[in-house]
Each structure stands twice: as structure tokens, then as C-alpha cells.
């Protein structure tokens, strides 16, 4: 006798206690303090706050620890709670020109006003597994200090007239993707807000795909800097702008070619990229593809995946996708049933055409499939075949 | 630190009810809102749950159900995350209910003027599949076209000799909007039509709400020569022997043997209550 599942409360509060267990791993162990995350492994941190959309190292910290590293539920974990913070405002834009550098880097110039900076990479690191890393670090000071201002190498070019130009104040204000869904087509802007927000994994492959053919791309890394900028708001009840802190940046520039089109003379044109916290990687695949969703601005053909803004940017977020990806796991019984009743019939009526040829379509489950089946012994007798007939009132009790 | 209650600031709420209230006034039409990032998973209810949270107060009594039952465990989750964040009471009775939150059906038991149906809705654009573009489909929606879906099911008809579509079957609402009833068998697409309960949709990952007022018409769509049919069993319930309900298919051994059971757990356990007393 068949007896109802039951239970599902005590099994997710089973399931809560394993997963406690699981998480914390052998007691005997220390647990991770959320400095120890913070300090050490401050890349994590950074991607989690940035694709979480919440610039706060001790939250992206204790998700970290509490997804038991799994970057993308920590991400899930820091947007849910940002649900549930009230907007005060928002910023005056951030001014990366005045950005404390700590590392800048060209692919462009050899040498350029301010120098290249390196700074903290893995780029030189030869990625030997290091035994013994337990050693504390050793840093010299450098021999002077690096300028406080380090002018951008696109605004060389600018001085030539040879890449696009944008005025500050030239872009329309951006909507708050966070509050209001986006529409198609989407601006700049709001594209931009969609890819910083996106899965770096997702952009990543993206990118990598304009450099193999699948859009007009040839991109040069003009700039790519990161470091600290400070954050400035103006509140209205005060009338004037105050410093409310600083955070870290990371900023890509590219240069594309371009052969002119839509009214717009041969020129250098920019794909832009912006991470929260130290994220080159997601920063140049950024620009990569927004360079290659301006696609119908300039005129150029539209037919690769990274040039169609519905396809990526209703694809760029990894809450969104995991999500949905994963709901597949949830029950399907009801869309299930009414699809292995819908195959049966489609079964029935392929043997029944099999048998009669020359038999006219349709019909069925009035004569087709019954008339098949009836020729010999039930093929299957536990499998009930009669219940996924076409609905006919004869079936009807 | 406390949630607020039922976890929605009441400045979101604000824009859901303000939302849902364009949503009731045009009946069918999808209404972007700006859905938040709710603490359970995409595709797992996140639009269901944020009306939900719009809609509840303190008084109402609410269910949940997931495949027409009480007791799968992501309707479990749900109605633990609102009894922890709002505190409401829960039943398993849709005739108690105020707020039924349902994924993929319509309870058996006959609706009522007091209630309100808030579907979870994975995919609320019926002309997704034949359509990607949402820049393509808005059009065709303003222009009430929909010969792409017409078109679709003359091939099925053609191909199978009638309309392969068994769930999510596309409804035309209010005679203007071609709307998805979200992924309920076409055995429920009947309870849409003329439904004194209000029936809200909300499908939080692609951002769009809409509604169904009470007794507003809703048509399947078909063609005059091959009319709109449900899906009907030559079994009745194992359990409660109802011959009108929709059924789950259960393999109970190892050979393979099938017993069919309602779908709907409540309405089968009220069903075999009143056989016992
Ligand atoms: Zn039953």
C-alpha cells in the first residue's frame, strides 16, 4: 500500500544539521576566523562583493565561510541580505583619474607620464606551488614615492583626436538595475551595470570569444589601474559633497580599431571595464564586451553571441542562471505526468501509422492507437498505456 | 537584527502593490516590476514569494503548495520562511486558506471570492520559445499578434494530428492578451476561465508580474475543428477513488508497477476523511 511521502520538514532540518556538520569539517580544527578570509584571501573577497553588489569585506568574509568557499552561493548569500538594506542615496560618480595607484599597467605605450607600476600580480609569479609560504614577506620601499595624479594613457591619444571622445556629463542618468528590470534595448550605461554586476566566468568566456572570430574586436589594453578612490556623496538635507571613505578599484580601458561608419571618422574607440576590489580579470573581459555590445552604435555587423545585449545580459548573472539551472532539481511530477501521457499517445499513434500506412492522420484515441493495441497482447502489462490515450468521452466515467 | 515583517521593506512592498494593482487593471498583460533578490533561489518562487510577501497580513492564513501538495519540500521551505519572517498562520486547507501560493497547480477544490492564487511563474512570456527577443516579443504583444503561436500549434496538428502541448498551455485573456497560465497541466487551464478567486503571477527571475482578476474570461487557445481537451484518466485514485482529479503517477516497486494518486494531497485526504466518518 502506497503511503504519501510525508516528512518534508524533518528531512530539510535533518539536511540543515548535515550541511552545519559538513561545513564546519573536523572540530578539531580551528575555526576560520573572518579576518583570516578577509586578510588572506582578499581575491575571494573582492569577487564576492563585487558580483554580490555590496562593498563590505566582513560580510563578503562571512559568506565566504558560511558557502564553505562556494563563491557562488556566497555571492547569493550577500545579495539576499542586500535586499533588506535601505537606500540611503547614491554616490557622486567616482573619479578614477584621481584613483591612488597601485598598480597601472599599458599594452599600448612602452614607456608612459608615471611609468608602469606592476604592483601586487600573479602575472610573473611563475606559478610554482610555493611549500613553504609561511615565511613573512620582505617588501623594499621603492626609491620615490609614485606621482599622486597619474594622468590616463587614453587621454594621449585624446590630445590627438584619435579615439572617441565622452564628455563627462554626456551620458543620460543610469537607472538602478538593482531596482528597476532592465528593457530592451538597453543603454550603456545600464549595460555596463548589468556586466559589472555579471558572473566573471560567464564574461570571461565571452570575451574570449571576440578575440576568436565570433565579432569585430582588435582590442589593445590601453590601461588597466587599480587602486584606491575615495567615495563622495552629497546629501540633500546637507547641500555638499562629503567624503564618506574609500574603496578599492580595478579599471580596464581598451582601444579597439575602427574603420569609421554611422557618421564617425576612422578612430581608436573604447571598451570599459570596472571592478569593486583588485578583479583584472573581470575588468578586461568587461571591456571586451561591452566594446563588442556597442556593435549597432557603430555601425558595425551584428552576429556574434557577445554582440547581442539580450543574449548576454539575460545571461551575465550567475544568481540568476544558478538559480534557474538548478530548480531543475526541484519536482516536476505534475509537467512530467502530463508529458509521459502526452508520449504514450504520440507512441500509440507512431505503432498504429506503422501498421497502417496508407491511414489517415489523427483521430486519435478514437479508433488509432485502440485498434493498434488490440491486435495482439498488451506488449507491456504493467505499464498502463490506456491512461495516456487522447482524452475522448468514452474514457470519461 | 529582525527582518522586517514578512522580510520586504514596505517601500518594496509599495512598488509590488503598485505593480499589481497596473497588473489587475489589464488583465494578462505582463507588468515589469523591480524584483529583488529574495533569500531562496531563482526559479524556486522568488516572484511567487515576493507578492506573497506584498500581499500578507497579519490575519491571513496562508497555504503552499508545490505539484498540488503541502508537503514537497520547497513548498515546506516557503511556508517556513513566511511563518519565521511574518509569523502568519498556515494550513494545508484550501478551504481555510486567505493567500494560496502555488507551483504548477490549481487546487482541485473550488476557489472562492475571498481567496486570492499568487503562481509561481518560471517563464512569463508564452512566445519565449518562438520567439527569444523580448525587444520582438513586446511588439507583438501591443499588436495582439500572435500568429507565431496559432502557427505552432497548426504544425503540431499536422505533425501529430492534434496540439502536443500538455502544460504551460498558452490561454488568451480577456480576449487581448496572450498570457502563460505558468506550468500547470492543461487539466487545470478550466479553472483560469471565470475563477471567482483573484490569480496573481509572479515571475521574479525575469522580472514581470500579471494577473488574472476574478471572473475574467480565459481561453485556451484551439481551433473550431480541434476544440481544447484535457488530459483524463481511465484510473481513479488509488487512494480516495476520486474520478475528476488530477493524478500523480507513483512507481511503487521494483518491477515497475504504477498506482495513481491525486496530485492534490488535500483534496484527497479530505475526500477520504469523509469516506471514514
Ligand atoms: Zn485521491
Not at chain 1, 562556494?70 to 542586500?82: H, K, N, S, T, V
Not at chain 1, 501521457?341 to 499513434?349: E, G, I, M, P, Y
Not at chain 2, 514578512?6 to 512598488?15: G, I, N, Q, V
Request: charge should be negative; proline fraction near 7%.
Amino acid at each position: 500500500m502506497y503511503v504519501a511521502v510525508k516528512g518534508g520538514e524533518q528531512a530539510i532540518a535533518r539536511s540543515l544539521e548535515l550541511l552545519a556538520e559538513a561545513r564546519r569539517g573536523n572540530p578539531a580544527v580551528p575555526e576560520l576566523e573572518l579576518a583570516q578570509i578577509r586578510e588572506q584571501l582578499r581575491l575571494g573577497v573582492a569577487r564576492v562583493m563585487q558580483e554580490g553588489s555590496l562593498y563590505d569585506e566582513e560580510l563578503a568574509a562571512l559568506a565566504i565561510r558560511q558557502a564553505a568557499g562556494d563563491m557562488l552561493e556566497a555571492i547569493f548569500l550577500l545579495r539576499a541580505y542586500r535586499t533588506t538594506l535601505p537606500r540611503f542615496g547614491y554616490t557622486l560618480p567616482l573619479d578614477t583619474t584621481a584613483m591612488r595607484v597601485r598598480r597601472r599597467v599599458s599594452g599600448t605605450f612602452k614607456d608612459i607620464p608615471g611609468g608602469q607600476v606592476l604592483g601586487p600580480t600573479y602575472d610573473y609569479t611563475q606559478r610554482l606551488l610555493d611549500f613553504d609560504a609561511s615565511a613573512p614577506a620582505n617588501v623594499a620601499a621603492a626609491d620615490a614615492p609614485l606621482p599622486p595624479n597619474m594622468p590616463r594613457v587614453l587621454d594621449l591619444l585624446d590630445a590627438e583626436a584619435l579615439i572617441e571622445r565622452f564628455e563627462p556629463g554626456d551620458d543620460p542618468e543610469p537607472i538602478d538595475l538593482t531596482r528597476e528590470p532592465v528593457t530592451f534595448p538597453a543603454d550603456r550605461a545600464t549595460r555596463l551595470q548589468n556586466l559589472s554586476r555579471g558572473d566573471e566566468g560567464f564574461l570571461l568566456g565571452m570575451a574570449y570569444s571576440t578575440q576568436r572570430g565570433y565579432a569585430e574586436s582588435h582590442p589593445f589594453a590601453g590601461e588597466i589601474r587599480m587602486g584606491e578612490v575615495d567615495v563622495v556623496v552629497c546629501p540633500e538635507e546637507l547641500g555638499f559633497a562629503i567624503e564618506i571613505g574609500s574603496i578599492t578599484l580595478t579599471e580596464c580601458q581598451m582601444i579597439n580599431q575602427f574603420h569609421g561608419g554611422n557618421g564617425v571618422p576612422p578612430q581608436f574607440t573604447r571598451g570599459y571595464g570596472l571592478t569593486m576590489g583588485e578583479g583584472e580579470r573581470k575588468a578586461m573581459s568587461m571591456a571586451l564586451v561591452d566594446r563588442a555590445l556597442r556593435c549597432d552604435e557603430l555601425a558595425e555587423p551584428n552576429y556574434a553571441p557577445a554582440q547581442n545585449q539580450e543574449f548576454v545580459l539575460s545571461h551575465s548573472d550567475s544568481v540568476e542562471a544558478s538559480g534557474f539551472v538548478q530548480h531543475l532539481k526541484l519536482p516536476h511530477y505534475v509537467d512530467f505526468q502530463a508529458e509521459l501521457s502526452l508520449l504514450r499517445t504520440l507512441a500509440a499513434q507512431h505503432v498504429s501509422d506503422a501498421r497502417n500506412p496508407s491511414g489517415e492522420q489523427g483521430e486519435v484515441g478514437s479508433v488509432g492507437p485502440d485498434a493498434a493495441l488490440s491486435q495482439e497482447p498488451d506488449p507491456t502489462p504493467t505499464l498502463p498505456c490506456e491512461q495516456g490515450k487522447e482524452p475522448s468521452e468514452a474514457l470519461r466515467t | 537584527m529582525t527582518y522586517n515583517f514578512a522580510f520586504l521593506d514596505e517601500d518594496t512592498k509599495r512598488m509590488l502593490r503598485r505593480a499589481l494593482l497596473k497588473a489587475v487593471a489589464i488583465p494578462g498583460y505582463q507588468v515589469p516590476f523591480g524584483s529583488r533578490e529574495m533569500p531562496l533561489p531563482y526559479g524556486w518562487g522568488t516572484g511567487g514569494i515576493q507578492v506573497t510577501a506584498a500581499l500578507l497580513g497579519p490575519d491571513d492564513v496562508l497555504k503552499v503548495i508545490d505539484q498540488g501538495a503541502d508537503d514537497t519540500t520547497n513548498a515546506v521551505n516557503i511556508r517556513r520562511f513566511f511563518a519565521r519572517v511574518a509569523g502568519v498562520t498556515t494550513t494545508e486547507r484550501t478551504a481555510e486558506a486567505t493567500l494560496i501560493q502555488t507551483r504548477h497547480r490549481i487546487p482541485e477544490t473550488s476557489l472562492r471570492e475571498d481567496q486570492i492564487l499568487v503562481f509561481q511563474v518560471p517563464e512569463p512570456e508564452p512566445l519565449r520559445t518562438l520567439e527569444p527577443r523580448e525587444a520582438e516579443t513586446r511588439t507583438l504583444h501591443a499588436l495582439a499578434d500572435y500568429g507565431l503561436m496559432h502557427v505552432k500549434l497548426y504544425e503540431d496538428i499536422a505533425q501529430y494530428g492534434h496540439i502536443a502541448t500538455s502544460y504551460d498551455y498558452p490561454v488568451l485573456v480577456d480576449g487581448r492578451f496572450l498570457t502563460s497560465p505558468s506550468p500547470i497541466p492543461k487539466f487545470d487551464n478550466p479553472k483560469l476561465d471565470h475563477s471567482p478567486a483573484l490569480m496573481l503571477f509572479g515571475a521574479g527571475r525575469e522580472k514581470r508580474l500579471y494577473a488574472i482578476p476574478p471572473y475574467t474570461k480565459v481561453e485556451s487557445l484551439a481551433f473550431e475543428d480541434h476544440p481544447f481537451e484535457i488530459q483524463r484518466w481511465e484510473h481513479q485514485c488509488e487512494l480516495c477513488g476520486s474520478g475528476e482529479s488530477y493524478l500523480d503517477e507513483v512507481i511503487v516497486d521494483d518491477r515497475g508497477t504504477r498506482m495513481f494518486v491525486c496530485s492534490d494531497t488535500d483534496f484527497c485526504g479530505q475526500r477520504r476523511a469523509e469516506v471514514q466518518a
